[in-house]
């Protein structure tokens, strides 16, 4: 067993996976991942399957009516759950950034406590190792030269700061590559991805030079959404150069890798 | 009332105009090596003040108060600016102001008139108003010269010919100068430019000037600027006439302590503007003789109105936002087809001119949030944005496509069980299009991802069904 540090302070902890929507369908082997690494830790997750989508596309692309129905069940879903956590940092922002003012525009006092209650039991997956769990050690291994991709929603609203850096440095066998021009954006915006296709091929081939210039084998990340976009054109232009969750890095040992 | 921002009405929808600007390799060199220095400048100057978060609340503070009680205290500088002898004029949009304006220097009997440091005039098109009745307006102000000698439009709130580089702008002195030869050094350029100003700043007895500031409680009006040719537009006509944006009055002289080290350390990367004018009336003797100011609505006061986004007004047009601006960095400032472009014009140009026209502008940003984190009055331009999405999508005007998508998406979300069932059916729908693993080549809505990157297939099986089986 590796050493766990603090974590075991917070032991057998319950802790809810919200998956999100995407994840759920298209990289179900993240949320496989952070189950690996928590029980590892040796917690408890559940999973709730009544849970669908936080609202982020509709909310964001202005459908702020659906985004709302979203909200309640949200809620919901979750409004017992001891801890919850979330391996999505735009998700995570959308909750903590939007959902008081989408209570607010709703005038609803009731949805406003109960939004004000939910919000600090949410950890985006590297916030809740490094902080509520406080280990970054989780002992995993992955012999791979890796740069970081930090996203927007990472960066500037859940401010993660060095948490996901923090986590890769302690993985065994892993090189870290910085990755030049870090605070830029990849273009994918949800759906500003198609509906500006040509500015978002842009900035995605100005972060692709980034990428590829560091030499890494794999580009980390703490968001899928952001890592399907960079992924999408590392396969399109057959650079041999893969997308990975920060999750799944940590979820690898030397048994398993 | 006819609002217009420049020729926004007209101009292309956002993708369409931005396309042609990244495939333009000149412009996207010139556009990344100018925001490039820019942000490098400005980065190192405000990560040297200590205080640098306290004085962006103290620039929010002041603006948002401002704004709160805006009609005391415009009338409080109209009745300040008039005891000092200038001669305050009302303009609810675009149009008046121009008339106004075109009205003014025919009464002083000049066919011609030296601008400087004036976007406003930009926005009510106020060069056109004066050629067809007949005057002559020169730039004096250095990128836009260049942007007029050039019949170029500018790209940029700060430094409007940020999209030229030396070479181009040396072939356009040349042609419109009438020079035979001419060097490509930055002192070759300026000392082009500097003959072909000076002629004109002792002859035009005209001045037309924008403002950064009027300061209510003394009636003064502020310029602040680099080139001190400003300072020559508004010293050396025998009449000088500026025309601002109502909400560019601040309340007191001291309020200028804040904005002056937010704005030129945000907008240019300076500690301090080398020229800070500050004028008030008329001084017998000294400067212009007579000073008019045309007071332009033009929209705002319908910003104004919306509590959501009336923070918008708070702009104190420093460009920061462009320079940080993944968006603007790619396509320069043209693509916006407002005088107003990045970040800010993304939510400026809409709110003043009907929506109907610039609806693609609220979604030409990934809300990365850059230009909210470097805004010196911290206006909180994403949140804007949604809100202006959301304006779009309630009168009905998103794209057919784009809304059955949303409510389908909407649909299966509603229900754990209908998500499940819509897995399948995406695993389903894929099968045409699924090569190798890979998604290439997508119809609809999806044909712009696929343009451009693949797609991994759905895999056979979602989370939730790995979880329900262990």
């Known amino acids: 067993m590796p050493s766990l540090g603090p974590a075991a302070i917070h032991c057998d902890l319950v802790i809810s996976l919200f998956i999100t929507c995407y994840n759920d369908a298209l990289f179900p082997q993240t949320g496989q991942a952070v189950v690996t690494v928590l029980e590892r830790l040796g917690h408890t997750v559940e999973f709730r399957a009544a849970q669908t989508c936080c609202g982020q596309m509709h909310y964001n692309t202005g459908y702020r009516q659906d985004s709302y129905t979203l909200l309640r069940q949200f809620l919901q879903v979750f409004a017992d759950a001891e801890v919850i956590v979330c391996p999505s940092s735009s998700c995570v922002a959308m909750m903590r950034d939007h959902y008081p003012k989408m209570a607010e525009q709703l005038n609803d006092p009731v949805l406003q406590a109960q939004v004000a209650a939910i919000l600090p039991r949410i950890f985006e997956f590297s916030e809740l190792l490094t902080d509520k769990l406080g280990v970054t050690d989780v002992g995993a291994f992955y012999p791979h030269t890796v740069t970081l991709h930090a996203s927007c929603h990472g960066l500037r609203s859940l401010h993660l700061g060095s948490k996901p850096a923090d986590l890769l440095k302690q993985v065994k066998g892993l090189t870290l590559l910085p990755l030049p021009d870090a605070d830029q954006c990849c273009g994918f915006g949800g759906t500003f991805a198609v509906k500006n296709p040509d500015v978002s091929a842009a900035m995605l081939s100005d972060k692709l030079q980034c990428i590829l210039g560091t030499s890494a084998e794999a580009c980390a990340g703490a968001d899928n959404s952001c890592l399907m976009h960079i992924g999408g054109a590392l396969s399109r232009q057959r650079t041999g150069v893969r997308t990975v969750h920060l999750a799944e890095i940590l979820a690898s040992t030397e048994k398993s890798s | ?470």
């Open chain 2, 1 to 470: 009332m006819s609002v217009h921002v420049g020729e926004a009405a007209s101009a292309l929808p956002f993708p369409e105009a931005a396309k042609k600007m990244v495939a333009n390799s000149q412009l996207r060199r010139n556009v990344r090596h100018a925001t490039n220095v820019i942000r490098a400048k400005r980065d190192r100057v405000v990560a040297e003040m200590d205080d640098w978060e306290q004085l962006r609340d103290a620039g929010k503070a002041i603006k948002d108060h401002t704004l709160a009680h805006l009609d005391e205290y415009l009338i409080q500088f109209e009745t300040a600016c008039s005891k000092a002898g200038g001669q305050v004029h009302w303009a609810r949009d675009a149009d008046e102001a121009n008339r106004i304006i075109v009205d003014l220097v025919k009464r002083y009997g000049s066919d011609e008139v030296i601008k400087v440091k004036t976007m406003t005039s930009d926005e009510t098109r106020l060069n056109v108003a004066l050629e067809a009745a007949g005057i002559t307006p020169f730039e004096t102000d250095l990128a836009d010269l260049i942007v007029q000698l050039g019949e170029d439009k500018p790209s940029h709130i700060v430094v409007p010919a940020l999209h030229r580089n030396r070479m181009e702008i040396r072939e356009i002195f040349m042609k419109k100068m009438g020079l035979d030869t001419l060097g490509y050094l930055p002192e070759d350029l300026t000392a082009a430019a500097r003959k072909y100003l000076r002629e004109r700043f002792l002859r035009v007895k005209v001045g037309i000037s924008g403002a950064n500031y009027l300061i209510a409680e003394t009636g003064s009006v502020v310029v602040v600027e680099s080139e001190g040719n400003g300072r020559m537009c508004l010293t050396l006509p025998e009449v000088l006439i500026s025309i601002v944006g109502v909400e560019k009055v601040i309340p007191r002289f001291e309020d200028l302590e804040v904005f002056l080290q937010l704005l030129p350390r945000s907008a240019t990367g300076e500690r301090m503007n080398p020229y800070n004018s500050i004028w008030t009336g008329v001084t017998p003797g000294d400067g212009p003789q007579a000073f008019h100011i045309v007071l332009l609505d033009n929209g705002r006061t319908k910003v104004l109105a919306d509590p959501e986004s009336r923070e918008t007004l708070d702009c104190i047009r420093c460009g920061a936002c462009l320079n940080a601006c993944p968006v603007y960095r790619q396509t320069g400032g043209h693509a916006y087809g407002s005088v107003y472009a990045g970040p800010i014009g993304a939510i400026l140009t809409p709110q003043l001119q009907s929506m109907e026209h610039s609806e693609t502008l609220p979604y030409a940003s990934t809300l990365c949030g850059a230009c909210y984190e470097v805004c010196p009055v911290k206006i909180n331009i994403p949140e804007i944005l949604i809100h202006l999405r959301t304006k779009v999508v309630e009168s009905g005007h998103a794209p057919l496509a784009e809304r059955l998508a949303m409510k389908g998406a909407a649909f299966a979300m509603s229900k754990a069980s209908r998500l499940s069932l819509a897995h399948a059916f995406a695993r389903l729908g894929q099968w045409p299009f699924n090569d190798d693993g890979k998604l290439d080549n997508l119809p609809g809505l999806l044909a712009g991802w696929t343009e451009f990157r693949d797609l991994d297939a759905i895999p056979s099986e979602s989370f939730r069904e790995w979880w329900s089986k262990r």
